[in-house]
Each structure stands twice: as C-alpha cells, then as structure tokens.
C-alpha cells in the first residue's frame, strides 16, 4: 500500500480529518481521535500503517510476521499495531483492520458527538 492508496482510502470514512505530524507521518482522525497512522518508514520500505485493533486482535497481530506492537502506543498499555511490512497481512486485509479500528474510534465517541459528525457505526 502506497501513501495515496492509505490517504485516499483513510479518507474515505465519513467524517475525518488529515494532518501531517510526528515526523511527517499521515494521521488520520475521526471526532479528534487517530485511528490510523501512516509514515515512518525507511527509504524504499513499504509505507508503515499503524491502527488501533481489539484486544483479540491485539493479542494474533502482535506475533504475525511483519507486524510489531505500535512503537509508543502499545507500550503505554493500549492496543495498537503497526504493519511495517506486508508478509503477514496483505493490503486488502489491513484495510480491514483499518476500517475496524475506525469503527473502534468512533464507538468511543460519545453518542451526541457521532450524531454531530453523522457517523453510524455498530
């Protein structure tokens, strides 16, 4: 996944903001809160997609090849993966954690503040 494919699929999501920041990583918000990442990477490395995930899903990425805990995020206790690498999951399935952890995101929004933004999740 190249940055355009990540920017433009980040900002596909209802209700979302971009910025650029901590070193030039692509953040993407939704309600003021990050729920994907996306920078950080070396010269001619695959763009490193950071993402919030559930506590299970926490616990079968954080030893999936090509995955880590998110450098910062994870050791302050939260649930957050990094794929810096595409050997243990392919694009079409880090979209799919990246439209969960944008859900995840959004639930954790108050119910005042998705009806604000138009946001509908389950």
Known sequence: MTAEDFNRFCGSFAATSHVVQ???ANVWKVGGKVFAVGGWQDAGAPLAVTFKCSEMGYEILRDTPGCRPAPYL?????????????????????????????????????????????????
Do not use: N, P
């Not at 990094?82 to 079409?92: K, L, M, N, P, V």
């Not at 954690?97 to 509908?120: H, M, N, T, W």
């Open 74 to 122: 994870a050791s302050r206790g939260m649930k957050w993966i990094q794929r810096y690498e595409a050997s243990g999951i392919d694009d079409a399935g880090l979209r799919d954690y990246v439209s969960e952890s944008y859900r995840l995101v959004a639930l954790g929004l108050s119910k005042k503040k998705r009806i604000e933004l138009g946001i509908e999740v389950e």
């Open 22 to 24: 901590w070193g030039g």
